[in-house]
Nanobody, 116 residues
Framework: QGQFVESGGGLVQPGGSLKLSCQAS????????MGWYRQAPGKEREPVAI???????KYGDFVKDRFTISRNDDKKMIGLQMNNLTTEDTAVYYC??????????WGQGTLVAVSS
């Protein structure tokens, strides 16, 4: 199933940047697609960015070239560089495995709050 521990969230002003990290364990990450998801208050969880084992990437339409997903299979980590953040990016961010849909358990997530 795997376990995922997210970190790097915080409070940032509109237009600012954050880099999120996710430490995976209990899976062979080299053969897994990995992704970031987010859940804003009162909304359903949605995919942000997914990266396949072969580094094919898909982003949510709202990303609009602001975010970059990365993976380090040796360290079993994935990252999400987020630039030009807006208040609409405020959410709890989670990572998980899977290409079409999340396939593992959800971790605690990391809160990103964008506010002036």
């Amino acid at each position: 199933q795997g376990q995922f521990v997210e970190s790097g969230g915080g409070l940032v002003q509109p237009g600012g940047s954050l880099k999120l990290s996710c430490q995976a364990s209990g899976i062979n990450m080299m053969i897994e697609a990995m992704g970031w998801y987010r859940q804003a208050p009162g909304k359903e969880r949605e995919p942000v960015a997914i990266i396949s084992a072969l580094n094919t990437i898909k982003y949510g339409d709202f990303v609009k070239d602001r975010f970059t997903i990365s993976r380090n299979d040796d360290k079993k980590m994935i990252g999400l560089q987020m630039n030009n953040l807006t208040t609409e990016d405020t959410a709890v961010y989670y990572c998980n495995r899977g290409w079409r849909e999340p396939a593992g358990p959800w971790g605690q997530g990391t809160l990103v709050a964008v506010s002036s």
